[in-house]
Every structure is written in structure tokens, then in C-alpha cells.
């Protein structure tokens, strides 16, 4: 992995997690104003009312997952501890050029 290639994945991740988070927020969104909106004791009420905890509670963890998923899908740690090189962690990996935890040198140039 080059300085470049790092710099270019932790920008993907960011440009593709600021999606998975508008998806969730719309998702919860609409789950609320739906509630709000449907009218009382009708079908729609108790679907909205009951969408949302599993919507709110139960996609925050799926999303945590899959975020923690996808630092690894992209190559976002130490190919040599396997530490995160995300966000500050990230910047101090292209800035110093070596794993934050293990030190190693992490770019082959
Ligand atoms: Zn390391």
C-alpha cells in the first residue's frame, strides 16, 4: 500500500458510510413522521409505532458492524497487527508513515 492508496480508501470509506448514514436517518425519519402522520388505531399506526425500536435500536448495531466491516474489506488496517488506520489514527499513519500501535512501516515505498 502507497501514502496515495490510503488516502484514497479512507476517502471512500468516508463518501460511503455519509450514505449509510442518510439511508438510516431517512429510514427513522420516516418512521416518525409516518407514525405521527398515520392516523390513531389504524394499521399503519401500529406498523409505524412498532418499526420503530427495531429500526432506531436495531439497525445502530447492524450499521456499527458493517462499518467495522468495511475498514477490513478496504485494507483500512495494519497489514502487520491489524490496528485501524481510520480517521486521527489514519492521519497519523500517512503523516508518520508507521502503524500507530506496532509502528511498523506500513507503506512500500
Ligand atoms: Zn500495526
Redesign the pocket.
Known amino acids: 500500500m502507497t501514502r496515495d492508496d490510503l488516502q484514497r480508501r479512507i476517502a471512500d470509506y468516508r463518501k460511503e458510510g455519509r450514505w449509510n448514514a442518510l439511508v438510516f436517518f431517512t429510514l427513522l425519519f420516516g418512521v416518525l413522521v409516518g407514525d405521527a402522520v398515520a392516523p390513531q388505531d389504524s394499521l399503519a399506526a401500529r406498523i409505524f409505532s412498532h418499526t420503530f425500536y427495531p429500526v432506531g435500536f436495531g439497525l445502530f448495531p447492524v450499521m456499527i458492524v458493517y462499518s467495522l466491516l468495511r475498514i477490513w474489506m478496504k485494507g483500512l488496517v495494519?497489514?502487520?497487527?491489524?490496528?485501524r488506520l481510520m480517521g486521527e489514527l489514519g492521519e497519523k499513519a500517512i503523516s508518520t508513515g508507521r502503524?500507530?500501535?506496532?509502528?511498523?512501516k506500513?507503506f512500500e515505498e
Open positions: 495494519c497489514s502487520h497487527c491489524g490496528a502503524c500507530w500501535k506496532c509502528e511498523s506500513i
